[in-house]
């Protein structure tokens, strides 16, 4: 069974920084692509930034300069830094990872259960 489970969610007040953690266990050979989501009540889910497992990087127009996407290979983990925070990232955050499971062949996307961020004076 392979899971992801997020942390580091909450409040902040704008222009704060929060810094979120996403951690893939159980039975894993290998990842590929891990990435951040978010989505607000009403609207798609939208991508705000991926990594590849050699480390190459994708965002969001709207995230790019102020939000940094890392991961730690060792650890299967991905982080999410981001700083200079607007009201208008307020969503719920997701983790997504492209895993391999040890029992499989193939690559199968994974969800984490989904952190609250809330950016509010």
């Known amino acids: 069974q392979v899971q992801l489970v997020e942390s580091g969610g909450g409040l902040v007040q704008p222009g704060g920084s929060l810094k979120l953690s996403c951690a893939a266990s159980?039975?894993?050979?290998?990842?590929?692509?891990m990435g951040w989501y978010r989505q607000v009540p009403g609207k798609e889910r939208e991508l705000v930034a991926h990594i590849t497992s050699g480390g190459s990087t994708n965002y969001a127009d709207s995230v790019k300069g102020r939000f940094t996407i890392s991961r730690d290979n060792a650890k299967n983990t991905v982080y999410l830094q981001m700083n200079s925070l607007k009201p208008e990232d307020t969503a719920v955050y997701y983790c997504n990872a492209d895993i391999r499971p040890r029992a499989s062949w193939y690559y199968h996307a994974y969800w984490g259960q989904g952190t609250q961020v809330t950016v509010a004076s």
């Open positions: 159980g039975s894993i050979s290998s990842i590929n692509v």
